[in-house]
C-alpha cells in the first residue's frame, strides 16, 4: 500500500474509484474504511483536481454536485490541515474568511430566532437576520465571476462546476425563507431554515478548507490583486474589508473573459472596457437593443442612432453631421440648449420625461456621457415605451419561458 501512498497519480486513481463506489451507492462508512486505509492524508488542491477529472471524463457536474456533500463527509477525516500564508486585511481570502465569519454570527442570530417562533418578537427578529443572510449573495458573485475565471485559466473548473449550482440551491433558499417569514408562516420558515443553515456552513467549510487553500496555491498575487481591485464593484457581505495588503507587483492581471477569440479573430475588432467586439457585431448589438438611442457629440453635433425595427421617433440618416439644435422646431431650441448646457457644465448628469403617445407610453431620457477625467463628452438620448412594463404583475422566470 505504501508505493500507492508515495504515487500521487495513482492515489488519485483510487480516491475516484472510491467516489465511484460511493455514488454506486456502497456503504459510506466501508468508503471511510477504505479512504483510511489508502491514505493518512490528501490535500486541498488534489480533491479539487479529483472533482474536475471525474467532470472531465464524463460524470455530470450535477451529480458530482449531488456527491459534493459526501465527498466532504468521507474526506474531512482524513484531510491535511492546509498551512496557508498568513493573510493579511486587503487579501481576497482575508475578506472572504471575515464575511464567513459575521455571516455565521448572522447565521447563529437567526438560528435562535427560528428557535423561538411564532413569536411576534422573534418573528421581527428572524426577518432582519434573515435579510442580512442574504448578503451573502455578495460572496458568491464576487467567486462566480471573479475568483472562478482565474481559477479555471489554471486549469481547475471543478469549483465553478459544482459551486456555482450550489449557490443557487442557497440563494433560492434564503427567497423562500424570507416570503415565508414576510407572510408569518413560521412553521414553514422553519422546515426551510434547518437544510438552509446546514448548505451555508457546510459551503463555509469547503470555501475554507477546500477552495481558498486550491486558489492560494493556484493564483499569483498580480491575480489577487485583480480580484481586489474589482470587489467593490460587486460589494461586501455585512463587512468593510481592510487596505493592509499591498503586493509588490507591476500592476494586477486581467480577470479571464468568458470567451477567447480564435487567433487571428483579435484583427478589426474594437477593444472596449469590458470585452471586445467586431464593428458588425456592435451594430448588430445597438440594432437590437429594446430602446433607442441617439448620440450627440461635445460640440453638439449628432453622431449616431440607433437603427431598431420600431423607432419611437423618427430618425434618417440626413441628421448625421447636424447640429442637434437644427434637427428640433425653432420654438424649442432654447429649451435644447439649455438642457445640452446643464448636462455640459455638470448642473444635471441626466434629465428624464414622460409622455403619452396614443398607446404608447414614451419614457425619455437624455445622460451626459464624461470620461474617466471628467471632461464633457456628449450626451445619449434612451427612448423606450415603457407601457409594456407597466402591465407586468407577478414574476416569469427564464424557464417558465422555455418549457
Not at 465571476?145 to 462546476?161: A, I, M, Q, T
Not at 433607442?292 to 461635445?298: L, M, N, P, S
Not at 445622460?367 to 471628467?374: I, S
Amino acid at each position: 500500500m505504501s508505493e500507492y501512498i508515495n504515487n500521487s497519480q495513482k492515489r488519485k486513481e483510487m480516491l475516484k474509484g472510491l467516489i465511484r463506489d460511493l455514488h454506486a451507492g456502497s456503504d459510506l462508512e466501508e468508503i471511510k474504511k477504505r479512504f483510511r486505509a489508502l491514505v493518512s492524508g490528501v490535500s486541498a488542491v488534489e480533491i479539487a483536481r479529483l472533482e474536475q477529472e471525474l467532470i472531465e471524463e464524463g460524470l455530470p457536474a450535477e451529480e458530482v454536485r449531488e456527491l459534493c456533500d459526501v465527498h466532504v463527509a468521507v474526506f474531512q477525516e482524513g484531510l491535511q490541515e492546509e498551512t496557508s500564508p498568513e493573510m493579511t486585511p486587503g487579501h481576497p481570502v482575508h475578506t472572504f474568511k471575515y464575511e464567513n465569519f459575521a455571516l455565521g454570527e448572522v447565521l447563529k442570530l437567526l438560528r435562535e430566532a427560528m428557535a423561538e417562533l411564532p413569536d411576534a418578537d422573534a418573528l421581527r427578529r428572524a426577518r432582519q437576520f434573515a435579510g442580512q443572510l442574504a448578503e451573502v449573495d455578495k460572496v458568491y458573485l464576487r467567486k462566480e465571476n471573479l475568483l472562478f475565471p482565474l481559477l479555471e485559466k489554471h486549469g481547475v473548473s471543478g469549483p465553478s462546476s459544482v459551486m456555482w449550482g450550489i449557490h443557487d440551491q442557497i440563494r433560492a433558499q434564503i427567497k423562500a425563507l424570507r416570503q415565508a417569514l414576510d407572510q408569518g408562516e413560521a412553521a414553514k420558515a422553519q422546515e426551510i431554515f434547518g437544510p438552509l443553515a446546514e448548505a451555508i456552513e457546510s459551503m463555509f467549510y469547503k470555501e475554507e478548507h477546500i477552495l481558498y487553500p486550491t486558489a492560494l496555491r493556484m493564483l499569483s498575487d498580480a491575480e489577487w490583486a485583480a480580484i481586489r481591485d474589482q470587489s467593490d464593484e460587486i460589494g461586501y457581505a455585512l463587512i468593510r474589508p481592510g487596505d493592509q495588503w499591498q503586493p509588490e507587483i507591476q500592476e494586477a492581471a486581467e480577470i479571464p473573459r468568458g470567451y477567447t477569440a480564435p487567433a487571428g479573430a483579435q484583427q478589426g475588432q474594437i477593444e472596449l472596457d469590458t470585452g471586445a467586439l467586431s464593428a458588425e457585431q456592435l451594430n448588430l448589438l445597438l440594432k437590437h437593443l429594446p430602446v433607442d438611442i441617439t448620440f450627440v457629440d461635445e460640440n453638439d453635433t449628432v453622431r449616431y442612432f440607433s437603427a431598431t425595427p420600431e423607432r419611437i421617433f423618427v430618425r434618417t440618416p440626413a441628421i448625421i453631421g447636424r447640429k442637434v439644435q437644427n434637427c428640433h422646431p425653432p420654438a424649442s431650441v432654447h429649451i435644447v440648449n439649455r438642457l445640452l448646457d446643464e448636462l455640459r457644465q455638470g448642473k444635471r448628469d441626466v434629465a428624464e420625461f414622460w409622455i403619452h403617445m396614443g398607446e404608447k407610453y414614451v419614457y425619455i431620457r437624455y445622460l451626459a456621457l464624461r470620461d474617466d477625467e471628467g471632461r464633457y463628452r456628449g450626451c445619449v438620448e434612451v427612448t423606450q415605451d415603457v407601457a409594456p412594463l407597466q402591465r407586468l404583475t407577478g414574476e416569469r422566470r427564464l424557464l417558465d419561458e422555455v418549457e
